[in-house]
């Protein structure tokens, strides 16, 4: 199994930016692929970004398409969230997350691992 660490979150203005970054041990990070989901307050979980495990294959949610970057250093065992002209409505708890099967079955409800997750607040 793998644990996961996330960090970087924080409060920013509209307009700022933030780089969530997620940290994995324990079993061999490039066997999974990894994404970013997020919950707001009263809210379901969603996804944001997933990268496969070479980093080659990268897909977004539409609010987030153009504004957000997902990365992956398989060096250092890390995956990274740039997020650029944060809007209110991207105010949540982002989670790092870790998935062994088909990298299109990674969604809220079928991933193999979580972190604890990171709060983004983004100020009006």
């Known amino acids: 199994q793998v644990q996961l660490v996330e960090s970087g979150g924080g409060l920013v203005q509209a307009g700022g930016s933030l780089r969530l970054s997620c940290a994995a041990s324990?079993?061999?990070?490039?066997?999974?692929?990894m994404g970013w989901f997020r919950q707001a307050p009263g809210k379901e979980r969603e996804f944001v970004a997933r990268?496969?495990?070479?980093?080659?294959?990268?897909n977004y949610a539409g609010s987030v398409k153009g504004r957000f970057t997902i990365s992956r250093d398989n060096a250092k065992n890390s995956v990274y969230l740039q997020m650029n002209t944060l809007k209110p409505d991207d105010t949540a708890v982002y989670y790092c997350?870790?998935?062994?099967?088909?990298?299109?079955?990674?969604?809220?409800?079928?991933?193999?691992?979580w972190g604890q997750g990171t709060q983004v607040t983004v100020s009006s």
């Open positions: 997350a870790a998935h062994l099967g088909p990298l299109a079955t990674m969604t809220p409800h079928g991933v193999d691992a």
């Open positions: 324990g079993r061999t990070f490039t066997t999974y692929h």
């Open positions: 990268i496969s495990r070479s980093g080659g294959s990268t």
